[in-house]
């Protein structure tokens, strides 16, 4: 079983059908996933953006590291879900779509990145969290820690340009109403 022949029969469950028939539930479930992602890259930024020493350098990086990693955690399984919602109503087209891929593979790094950093780095926060600059290893993670995230969220803006037909169901007076095109070099008007 291929990875486009699940992409097709995701595409036929209920949950799909009920989400491309409906003029609401595609708009809710964008709606909702694009909140918890700025909640997750804020979130993320918030603590980045205190180890590369630009903002909150005399809070202690632990306490920071407290208060914004549960918001972090839930909002990405907030977005996860929401996105997955989504996924369903055009899998073979999402599966296919390159911003889609490349907004996985930066997840998939920043994972990498994220773990990496906890395993080597984070362990000896008692030594740099407070009074001193964290340790170029620190810095490193967290400037890559921004990057990738940018580029989901770049990714997955572009995703939304990528697909050929936006999502809802089609009118059958209008049914190229999904279909957007750009015409070039003429005067209508």
């Known amino acids: 079983m291929s990875i486009l022949s699940i992409a ?3 595409e036929t469950t209920a949950l799909a059908q009920a989400i491309s028939q ?3 539930m595609f708009p809710a479930a ?3 996933h694009v909140i918890a992602i700025a909640l997750v ?32 955690w839930i909002s990405f399984g907030i977005a996860a879900v929401a996105g997955a919602v989504m996924f369903t109503s055009a899998a073979e ?6 911003p889609f ?12 990145n994220m773990a990496a950093f906890h395993h080597f780095t984070y362990r000896n926060v008692a030594q740099w969290d407070q009074g001193v600059s964290p340790p170029r290893a620190a810095k490193i993670a967290a400037a890559l820690s921004l990057v990738f995230w940018v580029g989901v969220v770049t990714c997955g803006r572009l995703v939304s340009f990528s697909i050929e037909n936006q999502f809802g ?9 999904h279909t ?4 070039v070099g003429s005067n209508s008007g």
């Not at 603590?47 to 903002?55: M, Q």
């Not at 891929?101 to 990498?112: E, I, P, Y």
């Not at 957007?180 to 015409?183: D, F, G």
Request: charged share 15%; hydrophobic share 50%; no cysteine.
């Open 8 to 10: 097709r029969w995701i």
């Open 22 to 24: 409906s003029a609401w």
């Open 30 to 32: 964008e709606t909702i």
């Open 41 to 72: 890259v804020g979130s993320i930024a918030m603590l980045d953006l205190r180890l590369l020493g630009v903002s909150w350098t005399r809070r202690p990086i632990t306490e920071i590291a407290t208060e914004v990693l549960p918001w972090t």
């Open 93 to 98: 087209k999402y599966i296919t779509d390159l």
């Open 101 to 112: 891929q490349l907004k996985f593979v930066l997840m998939f790094l920043a994972g990498v």
């Open 169 to 177: 169901p089609v009118s059958a007076a209008d049914p190229s109403a």
């Open 180 to 183: 957007y095109s750009l015409s």
